[in-house]
Structures are given as C-alpha cells and as structure tokens.
C-alpha cells in the first residue's frame, strides 16, 4: 500500500487521499491540483489522476478535472538550502511569473537538471499528460510577482593547483543588496545520498558558500564575493550560483567549472598529507557515514573505498 507522512505518526494512503479528493469533488464539482514534493511522490500519481472507483460511477460527464503533479518518480526526491533549491520552489515561481501549469512544469524540471548532483536524478511527473487543466494559469497569463534577479557575470571557469583559493563572484544589476546570493559546490566523484526507507528523506551535503556585497564608502556595486579553498581531490568541480531576491525568486547559474591537478587521490579528508584521519574516514565510509564529496582513491578498481583503501593507507602510515 502507498503511504504519505503528512504529520509525525499521521499517516494517509493513496487510497485515502483519493476518496477524500474524489467526494470533494463530487460534492463541490470544482477541478483539483495536487502538487507533491516527497520522496517516491511519483508513485501516487496513478493512483490519484483518476476519481476512486466509488465515487467516479457517480460523477456526471462533465465532472470535474484532475491533475497530479509529483518533484520525482518512484525514487528518492533532494531538496537543498532549507527548500530554496528544490521542484516546487522552482515550480512555484514560473506559476507567479505567469506561466501555464505546464510551463512551470518543464521549466522547473529543466532547472533541476541545471542544478546538477543529485538533484539532475530526480524525474517529475505530471498526470495524466493530456489533463486539460496543464495549460491553465494559477491567477491568468500575467506575472503576480517581481522580476527574477538576473546573474549577468560570474566566476569563470578555470584550472587551478589543489588546495589555492578562488574568489567566487557575482554581478547582479540589482545594486540594493536586498538579493541573497549563495554558490554550492559539487567536487569530483560526488556520491549522492544513499537511498533512504520509506518516509524519511536523504539529506544533501554539498559545500556552501554564501556571497556578500562589501558596502564600500557607502556605495553597493552590486559584485557579490566570497572565497572556496578546499580544492583537495584531483578532477572537476562544478560550481552552481543561486540568486533569490526578497519576493523569494530563485535563478540558477550555468556551471563554473575548477578543474584541479596537484592533488592526492588518497587524502580523503583534504588535509594535504595521507594520514590516521583518512584511514578513520574511510572506515566510516565502509560502515556507511560521510559517503559524501571525498576524494578518489579506489586502490583496486571495484568503484569503491573498502577495506583494500584502508590497508593500503596502513601500509603508507606504516612506512613514515
């Protein structure tokens, strides 16, 4: 049976929320949207783009319309920086832009992808494809909110020694520093989060860092700054810059990429040697904590860090 935490120790099934949704519609004859951002929320869209068998027998042949619209399919959804990075925000905001259900719909998929690992994994669905209600506006074909802010200049992409610091940089023409600029950085051979059990939800840990505009003699030029030096591992980093203004509108950078050489494939804690830290690290990765944004150093080619990276790392300690 498909299961929905809406509550600690609350819990609704697809069959539930389907009666419920179809008596309402029956007693009310008004068109339903259901937007779901969870883990697996994709499996409830069959369940629930059509009347329970009950009540449908009833509705008449101008019944109401129904849609469903789901962050993912029946795998794992990821939402970052307390939702701001996440389907519905993207979603939402297309909506007070003035764009149709399906508008928003393909956009707010396409900017998923922009935003890389892992939330490039997540697959959204919309039921039933044909729904008439897709090409509705939430208000009408106009915009109820203000203008996204716009990225114009960013740090451009670049080769580097590990371990140097880059100044990250934005320019925005919005000089009232009013806009919340932030940048998240995705090292190379990133792993996502495990999957998770039902009804919890994996948690993104990606580096952050947050960009200010310097009030200098009083006057913003509207360049927002800040600094990343944990350029350790060997490879490609890809940089994503998010803008969000004070009407809640995110805007999604095209990627930086810091490409790094000079770096140790075995210091997973980036601490520039290869030392009792790293070992710690990955035995706490062979039990299954801190998976996340440590370098390569898969000794024997099983496309993992096992016991075998352990040894070798022993063996080096062993010799200093």
């Keep these: 049976m498909l299961t929905f935490q809406v509550f600690p120790c609350e819990i609704i099934s697809a069959e539930q929320l389907n009666a419920s949704l179809s ?4 007693n009310t004859g008004r068109d339903v949207i259901v937007l779901m951002e969870a883990c697996k929320s994709g499996s409830f869209a069959d369940v629930l783009k059509e009347a329970s068998s009950e009540i449908s027998d009833s509705l008449s042949a101008a019944a109401s319309d129904r849609m469903i619209i789901t962050c993912t399919d029946e795998k794992d959804a990821y939402i970052g920086r307390n939702g701001r990075i996440s389907f519905t925000q993207f979603f939402m905001d297309k909506l007070y832009s003035g764009k149709t259900f399906c508008e928003s719909f393909s956009s707010a998929r396409d900017q998923l992808t922009a ?8 697959m959204p ?10 090409e509705d506006y939430l208000v009408g074909d106009f915009g109820i909110a203000s203008l996204y802010p716009e990225i114009q200049e960013q740090t451009e992409s670049l080769a580097i020694s590990a371990d140097t610091s880059v100044e990250l940089n934005v320019t ?11 940048a998240v950085i995705e090292p190379p051979n990133y792993r996502p989060p495990d999957v998770v059990e039902d009804l919890e939800a994996p948690e993104v840990r990606l580096p952050t860092v947050d960009l200010t505009d310097e009030d200098t003699e009083n006057v913003l030029d509207g360049i927002f700054t800040g600094s990343y030096e944990n350029f350790a591992c060997n490879g490609e980093y890809r940089i994503i810059f998010y803008a969000r203004n004070t009407d809640g509108l995110v805007t999604v950078s095209d990627p930086t990429l810091i490409t790094v050489t000079g770096g140790t494939t075995l210091d997973f804690d980036g601490s520039g040697t290869v030392d009792v830290g790293d070992a710690v690290l ?12 440590i370098c390569s150093g898969d000794i024997n080619g099983d496309g993992k860090i096992g016991l075998e990276e352990v040894i070798h790392i022993l063996s080096i300690l062993s010799e200093t």
């Design 23 to 26: 008596t309402f519609q029956k």
């Design 115 to 122: 935003c890389g690992t892992p939330y490039n994994r997540m």
């Design 125 to 134: 669905k919309i039921a039933p494809r044909e729904a008439p209600l897709c």
């Design 172 to 182: 925005l023409p919005d000089h009232s520093a009013r806009t919340d600029i932030w």
């Design 282 to 293: 990955s035995l706490r990765v062979l039990a299954g904590f801190d998976t996340d944004h």
